[in-house]
């Protein structure tokens, strides 16, 4: 391949002027352009960088002088040198090749600009994904290990290579840790993405993640935690800025975070809820950076930089605004573009010189999911690193680091830029620790010399900076690993908010060391700067104590904003274990008096609705109760009389007053919740009516001046079962606006039946006016109530249609039909004038938008269609109205539920009907223990579909349940995603304009082969097609779960070792597995106890072979061993058939599969001539998922009786 050589020209920084940023376009490869390749020289890569005004940039290095292949990470060491991670066996290692994944040292010794030397500091690495220097040498990611590699003779070569960890997640190469960087008190942070399962054995014990987060490593004690347990996607980029916030950019969304909300406490498997972005997203971004340097301009300090790597390709600039107790952000113009396809940047860093590096890994492929592992059109060669220089503004000098004494590089600690500080502070680290303690006490008396101005003088402060000074101090401290009480006592109470936010965290970070942290952090609660009182719950999340608890609280009583919402939210639910069992308590006085209301109702409003009615019975744990829309209504009946029990002679507490109260209250919430103020309205018309007109007057004054329509017409509801009658009691004025008709229509909506029939005459009469503003909305609002009136239902038919034909409200008078006779069949007139019904439905049904036919309105007015056609047909004496039916069949939508049938991978419908063009809707309801989920294909292509989904399972499993198991084929037409147990989804879509069979398929590995059915697309429905399909309800006798979590292995690991360090197993427990082992669907494939099926092998003997972790593998990952008589054979034929299943025999004339799991004498045989491939799958026919209903307790009972068969 031709290289151009660079020219000086182009070698020395392009000056560009201002210019809009620009998209690569639709060339871009990773947006199914193509690749090319005959820019690969640096200098055409030059010509297409493009600078924000004012702005030049320059190579400093490329792969033509040095060996940078692929680099992917950088950081520059004490003496100004660059150090870059290259990765050129990314994406993975080939067969008898070894990986040569290297660390350069890059260096400008000639001071140009320009790298002119480079030294391998190590080499034989594979997958570097992220590095830093520290301790003396480098910690390096090589999954699944943490290493520190050093040079112990001087020649900058490594010669000593150690393994710090090991166990980090493998799953997925890009999605390793990365992202390496020092925290300001000396902890080294990093991350990885989703897919991965880290186990990490330490002296402290395993530390386990699951699905992404950040990891914080502290050398000095060999200490691993888990920072953050969130469920981000791909992280790769982390910074910290001057105050020591932090912020977390997530590369495949391009999702980036104010960090601190979302590192509190998540003990294992826990998972913070999601939560706001604090800037704009682009994606798939890589590195982030915050702008502190003296040579950038005035306005550019502290803007937030992210890279971008796809579509933009390059620097994306974000004005970084603080607000509340976080911060937002405004876009402000890109520092840097491309407009060359391969330019990929994924790192930068800030110089010595106060220019900002770039590391650009130039590919013209990102990723593995999108593009084969080994596609040909991979760069392993080329990479370069970019220098970014603001023209009219010096360069600084850089900062003596690596030979400057300790004094010196303490007062390196009063720089203005980020970097300097934060690598003299890695170079502190390695010195002489008396050596630095001495001078650090030296500097602060310094501090507060300068502090009292330097002649003793109080209360001067000539140094704005000088809390800040005191804040790198304390940090100092923490990467001596020295506790120093004193100065954090006096940074908690500094008079720089920003300083006593960052104590905060120092002092959770100590909690272990300080006589009484909780004392420190509750304080810190109080503080009037609310990202002080943010750090605060924060640190409390970790004190896993009641009385954590209980100080977390406390900032209830203070102003609150989004992120201190959702702090305390999870602080609060992080610590139920030890609040929970005080609420659960007897004791004397009750935790709830001794709460403030707001925190105690705060305290309930986190549990539960099942947990909450379980709580003992007081009067606030009562009325939470009450609130509760899916609490049980004895329950509710209980709390009612609870609350109303033993009041006074002189206090008179009805059922009837504590409701209305209830409602009173309500109406003052913003918004109240609508289904709360059904229950409380339900509650009161169970009142005898004497007690409800003792509350008349307060009814009255909801039912004209609540702020609420639904506390309005519930209050008017409750005033007409007081009084018996649907106009008096004052429930109208004499003139009512249309909103007062359409409150008390919404009332009569909500009264009995024998009530609601009363207000036919004045409901009806409403339609006698027809002026007037607002009418069309009172109109449609008395439509939906004559709907029903079902005790007057002939009356209510009649009158609904006579306004079936209006221009105004005939859709909602047919609508209103339609609920009418689903709900009270007698509504039907003797005989009447159906015909011209039908005729209205049709018409509506033909003028009707397509996508308004799945619509509720048009779906009642279809069946309503279909009743009146049926009674026509009934009544025709031979003359038939089938014409009619069939014709209404065609202009309706299909709507079909569709249900799997428990423990059975079967759906329960195997076909239905639709019409060509026409919209369909599925409603999947997964009443299975296992996930699902449902594909529609093209004519014929069910098999290879299905084969499809399950090669890419084996292949690449992280990539296939990123997509739901749904194979990337165009001969999917129609999908879902994968519907946990008990989760629903609805598909809609427009049939096919082309008639044929076409396939519905669950694609979960190994489901395809059963669980399948065939949507029949028709030219035209007749009248008896299935356009319509209820599956029957699941039988009572069959035990119905719901979806707890996609366990894994490691995750049910420690239940599991508990249980076999437990007692015997007693009977309950025997006989709650057996009751499980039947419920999960275990006793439908295998045989125990002498019952069960005969699909999979007996599991009598399993308790002489394997232990209980064991066991648990086998059910969690049945893929990874499979017995040698239970491996699926997939054959395919010469006429384009798949048969999948076991092997029951084979010789040299025929292959005999068992085809049909659930009957093993179902056998199919295929001459050997018929036969085109035959491959043996490594999957298992046995599904996984299938504890994903159980909880860890069920889990262990389930495994016991396993253990144990009687």
């Known amino acids: 391949m031709n290289r151009v050589a660079l020219t000086a020209g182009l070698a020395a920084a392009l000056v560009l002027g201002p210019t809009e940023a620009q998209e690569v376009g639709d060339e871009e490869p990773n947006r199914g352009g193509t690749a090319r390749y005959e820019a690969l020289d640096p200098a055409y890569a030059l010509e297409n960088l493009h600078v924000a005004e004012g702005y030049e940039v320059s190579l400093f290095a490329s792969e033509q002088e040095f060996p940078i292949g692929n680099p992917v990470s950088m950081t520059f060491d004490s003496r100004g040198r660059l150090w870059v991670a290259t990765m050129p066996s990314y994406p993975q290692r080939l067969p008898d090749e070894e990986p040569d994944d290297r660390i350069v040292i890059l260096e400008d010794r000639d001071g140009d600009g320009r790298a002119d030397h480079h030294t391998v500091f190590a080499r034989g690495l594979h997958l570097p994904t992220g590095f830093e220097l520290g301790d003396g040498g480098a910690y390096v990611a090589q999954q699944p290990n943490l290493m520190f590699i050093e040079d112990t003779d001087g020649d900058d070569v490594a010669d000593r290579y150690e393994v710090i960890l090991h166990g980090f997640g493998t799953e997925d190469s890009h999605h390793s840790i990365s992202a390496f960087t020092w925290g300001p008190g000396g902890a080294l942070y990093f991350q990885e993405g989703t897919f991965h399962h880290s186990q990490v054995e330490t002296p402290y014990g395993p530390v386990r993640l699951v699905d992404a987060g950040v990891f914080r490593y502290k050398p000095n004690r060999f200490q691993l935690e888990v920072f953050v347990s969130y469920p981000f996607a791909n992280p790769w980029g982390h910074i910290f800025d001057r105050w020591g916030q932090n912020f977390i950019a997530d590369a495949s969304g391009g999702a980036n975070y104010f960090g601190a909300p979302i590192t509190g406490n998540a003990p294992y498997p826990t998972k913070r809820r999601r939560m706001k972005v604090f800037t704009s997203i682009v994606r798939p971004t890589s590195g982030c950076e915050i702008i502190r340097s003296r040579h950038f301009p005035d306005e550019a300090q502290g803007n937030f930089l992210v890279?971008?790597?796809?579509?933009?390709?390059?620097?994306?600039?974000?004005?970084?605004?603080?607000?509340?107790?976080?911060?937002?952000?405004?876009?402000?113009?890109?520092?840097?573009?491309?407009?060359?396809?391969?330019?990929?940047?994924?790192?930068?860093?800030?110089?010595?010189?106060?220019?900002?590096?770039?590391?650009?890994?130039?590919?013209?492929?990102?990723?593995?999911?999108?593009?084969?592992?080994?596609?040909?059109?991979?760069?392993?060669?080329?990479?370069?690193?970019?220098?970014?220089?603001?023209?009219?503004?010096?360069?600084?000098?850089?900062?003596?680091?690596?030979?400057?004494?300790?004094?010196?590089?303490?007062?390196?600690?009063?720089?203005?830029?980020?970097?300097?500080?934060?690598?003299?502070?890695?170079?502190?680290?390695?010195?002489?620790?008396?050596?630095?303690?001495?001078?650090?006490?030296?500097?602060?008396?310094?501090?507060?010399?300068?502090?009292?101005?330097?002649?003793?003088?109080?209360?001067?402060?000539?140094?704005?900076?000088?809390?800040?000074?005191?804040?790198?101090?304390?940090?100092?401290?923490?990467?001596?690993?020295?506790?120093?009480?004193?100065?954090?006592?006096?940074?908690?109470?500094?008079?720089?908010?920003?300083?006593?936010?960052?104590?905060?965290?120092?002092?959770?970070?100590?909690?272990?060391?300080?006589?009484?942290?909780?004392?420190?952090?509750?304080?810190?609660?109080?503080?009037?700067?609310?990202?002080?009182?943010?750090?605060?719950?924060?640190?409390?999340?970790?004190?896993?104590?009641?009385?954590?608890?209980?100080?977390?609280?406390?900032?209830?009583?203070?102003?609150?904003?989004?992120?201190?919402?959702?702090?305390?939210?999870?602080?609060?639910?992080?610590?139920?274990?030890?609040?929970?069992?005080?609420?659960?308590?007897?004791?004397?006085?009750?935790?709830?008096?001794?709460?403030?209301?707001?925190?105690?109702?705060?305290?309930?409003?986190?549990?539960?609705?099942?947990?909450?009615?379980?709580?003992?019975?007081?009067?606030?744990?009562?009325?939470?109760?009450?609130?509760?829309?899916?609490?049980?209504?004895?329950?509710?009946?209980?709390?009612?009389?609870?609350?109303?029990?033993?009041?006074?002679?002189?206090?008179?507490?009805?059922?009837?007053?504590?409701?209305?109260?209830?409602?009173?209250?309500?109406?003052?919430?913003?918004?109240?919740?609508?289904?709360?103020?059904?229950?409380?309205?339900?509650?009161?018309?169970?009142?005898?009516?004497?007690?409800?007109?003792?509350?008349?007057?307060?009814?009255?004054?909801?039912?004209?001046?609540?702020?609420?329509?639904?506390?309005?017409?519930?209050?008017?509801?409750?005033?007409?079962?007081?009084?018996?009658?649907?106009?008096?009691?004052?429930?109208?004025?004499?003139?009512?606006?249309?909103?007062?008709?359409?409150?008390?229509?919404?009332?009569?909506?909500?009264?009995?039946?024998?009530?609601?029939?009363?207000?036919?005459?004045?409901?009806?009469?409403?339609?006698?006016?027809?002026?007037?503003?607002?009418?069309?909305?009172?109109?449609?609002?008395?439509?939906?109530?004559?709907?029903?009136?079902?005790?007057?239902?002939?009356?209510?038919?009649?009158?609904?249609?006579?306004?079936?034909?209006?221009?105004?409200?005939?859709?909602?008078?047919?609508?209103?039909?339609?609920?009418?006779?689903?709900?009270?069949?007698?509504?039907?007139?003797?005989?009447?004038?159906?015909?011209?019904?039908?005729?209205?439905?049709?018409?509506?049904?033909?003028?009707?938008?397509?996508?308004?036919?799945?619509?509720p309105r048009f779906r009642r007015i279809h069946d309503l269609g279909l009743r009146v056609a049926d009674r026509l047909i009934e009544r025709s004496d031979g003359e038939s109205f089938g014409d009619l039916r069939e014709e209404i069949v065609n202009l309706g939508a299909a709507i079909v539920t569709l249900r799997p049938v428990p423990h059975q991978m079967l759906f329960d419908l195997e076909e239905f009907t639709v019409r060509a063009g026409g919209p369909v809707e599925i409603t999947f309801e997964n009443i299975d223990v296992m996930p699902h989920n449902v594909v529609v294909t093209r004519p014929g292509a069910l098999e290879e579909v299905g084969r499809a989904a399950d090669a890419e399972a084996e292949r690449n499993p992280a990539t296939a349940e990123a997509s739901g198991y749904v194979p990337k084929t165009p001969l999917v037409l129609f999908k879902t995603g994968l519907v946990q147990p008990g989760g629903t989804e609805v598909l809609r879509f427009t049939a096919p304009t082309s008639p044929g069979l076409y396939p519905f398929v669950c694609t979960f590995p190994g489901h395809w082969i059963l669980m399948k059915g065939t949507m029949r697309v028709v030219e035209r429905l007749d009248g008896t097609a299935v356009t319509r399909y209820a599956a029957p309800r699941l039988a009572p006798d069959v035990p119905q779960r719901t979806f707890v979590a996609d366990w894994s292995f490691d995750m049910l690991e420690t239940d599991v070792r508990d249980l076999m360090a437990a007692p015997p197993a007693d009977q309950e427990q025997l006989d709650h597995g057996r009751r499980l082992f039947i419920e999960t669907g275990c006793a439908t494939c295998h045989q125990l106890g002498g019952a069960g099926g005969e699909i999979g092998p007996a599991l009598d003997d399993v308790s002489g072979r394997l232990t209980a972790l064991d066991t648990l593998r086998h059910i969690l990952e049945p893929s990874d061993e499979v017995a040698e008589d239970y491996r699926t054979f997939l054959v395919e034929t010469r006429d384009g058939r798949f048969i999948s299943g076991l092997l029951a025999s084979a010789d040299d004339r025929s292959v005999r599969i068992r085809s049909n799991p659930l009957d093993p004498n179902h056998i199919e045989t295929i001459p050997r001539e018929d036969i085109e491939s035959l491959d043996e799958s490594s999957l298992s026919p046995m599904p996984s998922g299938l504890l994903s209903t159980l909880q860890p307790s069920e889990v262990q009972d389930l495994i016991r009786y396993v253990l144990n068969p009687p």
């Open 307 to 855: 890279n971008n790597t796809i579509g933009f390709q390059g620097i994306k600039q974000h004005r970084v605004i603080e607000e509340d107790s976080g911060f937002t952000s405004e876009e402000v113009e890109p520092l840097l573009y491309s407009t060359d396809i391969n330019f990929r940047p994924v790192d930068l860093q800030f110089a010595p010189d106060g220019s900002l590096y770039l590391v650009d890994w130039f590919n013209p492929l990102i990723g593995h999911m999108q593009y084969s592992l080994r596609d040909e059109r991979r760069d392993h060669d080329h990479g370069r690193v970019w220098r970014v220089r603001h023209k009219s503004r010096p360069l600084l000098e850089p900062p003596e680091i690596a030979g400057a004494t300790v004094p010196e590089l303490i007062r390196l600690l009063e720089s203005y830029e980020d970097r300097t500080r934060y690598r003299v502070r890695r170079e502190l680290r390695e010195r002489p620790r008396a050596e630095v303690l001495a001078a650090l006490g030296a500097w602060l008396e310094e501090l507060d010399d300068r502090g009292r101005g330097g002649s003793g003088a109080a209360d001067v402060d000539p140094d704005p900076e000088l809390e800040h000074h005191r804040l790198e101090a304390l940090w100092l401290y923490q990467n001596l690993n020295v506790v120093e009480p004193e100065l954090l006592n006096r940074m908690l109470d500094s008079p720089e908010p920003r300083a006593r936010a960052a104590a905060t965290r120092v002092a959770r970070f100590w909690r272990h060391e300080l006589d009484d942290p909780l004392a420190l952090l509750a304080a810190q609660v109080e503080d009037p700067f609310p990202r002080t009182r943010l750090e605060a719950l924060l640190g409390l999340s970790y004190l896993e104590s009641e009385p954590a608890a209980l100080a977390s609280l406390e900032a209830i009583d203070h102003p609150t904003d989004y992120y201190l919402d959702y702090v305390l939210a999870e602080t609060v639910d992080t610590l139920e274990d030890w609040w929970l069992p005080a609420l659960e308590s007897e004791r004397e006085p009750p935790l709830l008096d001794t709460l403030s209301p707001t925190q105690a109702g705060y305290l309930l409003s986190r549990l539960p609705t099942r947990k909450l009615e379980r709580l003992p019975s007081h009067s606030l744990t009562d009325r939470a109760v009450i609130h509760r829309a899916d609490a049980g209504m004895e329950r509710q009946r209980q709390a009612l009389a609870n609350l109303t029990a033993g009041t006074s002679r002189f206090v008179s507490l009805t059922p009837a007053v504590l409701l209305v109260g209830e409602l009173q209250r309500l109406d003052a919430v913003h918004p109240p919740e609508p289904e709360t103020v059904d229950r409380i309205v339900l509650h009161l018309l169970e009142q005898d009516a004497a007690t409800l007109r003792a509350s008349r007057r307060e009814l009255q004054d909801l039912a004209s001046g609540a702020t609420r329509r639904k506390v309005r017409s519930g209050a008017i509801a409750a005033l007409v079962a007081a009084t018996g009658d649907v106009l008096q009691g004052g429930v109208l004025p004499r003139r009512p606006t249309p909103d007062q008709l359409i409150d008390w229509l919404h009332g009569v909506d909500q009264l009995p039946p024998a009530l609601r029939g009363d207000a036919y005459a004045p409901v009806a009469s409403l339609f006698d006016d027809r002026g007037g503003p607002g009418r069309q909305r009172v109109l449609e609002a008395a439509v939906r109530t004559l709907s029903g009136i079902t005790a007057n239902a002939g009356r209510s038919f009649e009158r609904l249609a006579g306004l079936a034909t209006d221009p105004a409200i005939g859709l909602a008078a047919l609508e209103g039909l339609g609920e009418l006779t689903a709900e009270a069949p007698d509504a039907w007139p003797a005989a009447g004038s159906e015909e011209a019904l039908a005729s209205r439905i049709v018409n509506a049904l033909e003028n009707a938008d397509r996508r308004e036919l799945v619509s």
